[in-house]
C-alpha cells in the first residue's frame, strides 16, 4: 500500500488493521510522511471545530427562542383595583398553601434525606460491552439517570417475556421522576406478587407515602418492612423514630 | 397551524435542516437538565454542557462514528453531558469526590468509550490553519470538509458534488491542500 492510499483510507475510515499497523510504522520512520499526516490531521480537527463552533451558535439561538420565567412589571395605576383583589386572592392562596408546605415540611425533608435510587444489581454494564439488548439499553439509560428512556426500554422488555424486577425498576423510575402514585401502585403489586423485591418496595413504598405527606401508611410500611424482613431495618426504625 | 413532531432519524440529522435540530435540542434540553441539576454547576453552565454534548453527538453522527444509533439521542447526551459535568466540576476545582472520576464514568456509560470527543483547544498552528482555512474558495471548503469531516470516500464526494470523475476530486482536493500550504507558508515568513 502506498503512501497516498494509505493516507486516504485512514480519513476515509476505511483503513483495515493491517493498513494500520502500517501507518503507525510509517510514522515512527518516516518524518516528511509524519509531517503531511499531522498537517491533515490538524485540518481534520480544525474543521470539526468550525462546524462545532456554528451548531453551538445555532444551539444558542434556540435557547434563547425558549421562554424563560417572566419579569413581573410593576403595576400602573389603572390597574390599583385589579391589583387590591388579586392580592387578596393571592393572600388566601398563599396562606392555604403555606399551611399545606409547613404541614409537609418535615416530611419532604425526611424523604429527601432517605431516598436513594436503588442501584442496578440485575444487569452488569461491562466496558466494550457489545451487547445491544433492550436490557442493555434499559439499564445504560437507567445508570445515566435517563429514566424517562429507561422505562421505555423497560416496558418494551416486559411485552417479550416477564422478569421479575422491571415493575421494581420501573416503579424506581417514576419515583426518580416525582411520580409517586404510579410508584405506589408499582410497589403494592410487587408485594402482592411475593417474588423479587418485596421488602425493597416496602421501604419505597414507606418512602413514597411520606412524600405524599401520608404518615400514617408511611408507618404502616415500615412497621411490615421491620417486622417482616431484614432489608433496611436499621434504617426504617431510625426514620420510624423520626415519624413519630 | 398546528405543530407535529415527528420521529427523528440520524438520516434526518445528517441531512442539516435547522428544523430537525431545533426540534431533537427542545425534545432533550429539560430531561438533559433536570438530570444535570442533581450535581454542582450553575443552570448557565448546565446549560452550557447540555450545548456542548449536543454538539459532541452531532459531530460523531456528522463523522460516520455513530453510524445507527443503539440507544435513545437522550442516552447518549446524558453519557457524554455526565462525561463533560465531571470534567468541569474537576476543572472547577469543585469538591470531587471518587464516585466523579472520569475514568470510572467512563467504565459505567460505554457509550462515551465508542465516541469520538475532543474538547482540547486548537494550537497557535491550528488557530492558523483555521484562519487560511477560511480564505480558500467555497467549492474547495466544501470538498475538505466532506473528507475530513464526513468522511467521504472520494468516489462519494463526486456523487454528491457532481463531479465529472475520481480523478478529478482527487486533483481538486491535491490543489485544494496545496493552496492552503501555501498560504500559512506565506504568512509565517
Redesign the interface.
Known sequence: MDKETLI?RY????LDQEGEALLNQMLETDAKFRDRFE??K???????????AS??Q???G??NE?PKNPIVSKPKNGFRNWSIAASIVLLIGLGWIGFNQFRGADDVELYDEHFRAYPNTVYA?????TD?SLEH?AF??Y????Y??AI?YLEELKKGGQKGYIDFYVAQCHMNLGNTKTALTLFKKIMDSQKEFVAEAHWYAALAYLKEGDKKNATDYLEKLTAGFDYNRERATELLQKID | MQQTSRTISLEDIRQGSEEVLRQVYGENRDKFLNFARRYQLSEEENIDVYQDAFVAFHDNVMSGKIEKLTSSVSTYLFSVGKYMIFDRMRKNKKKVGSQFDLEIVKDDDNLVETLDIDDNALTPEQQLLRTHFGTLGKKCQELLTLFYYRGYTIQEIMEAESYNSENVVKSAKSRCLKTLKERIAANSI
Do not use: C, P, Q
Request: glycine fraction near 8%; avoid cysteine; charged fraction near 40%.
Open positions: 486516504y480519513f476515509s475510515n476505511t498537517f491533515e490538524s485540518l481534520k480537527k480544525v474543521i470539526r471545530h468550525e462546524k462545532g451548531v453551538k445555532k444551539l444558542k434556540f435557547e425558549i454494564i461491562t466496558r466494550g460491552d445491544m439499553k445504560v439509560a445508570e445515566s439517570g435517563d424517562e428512556s421505555d
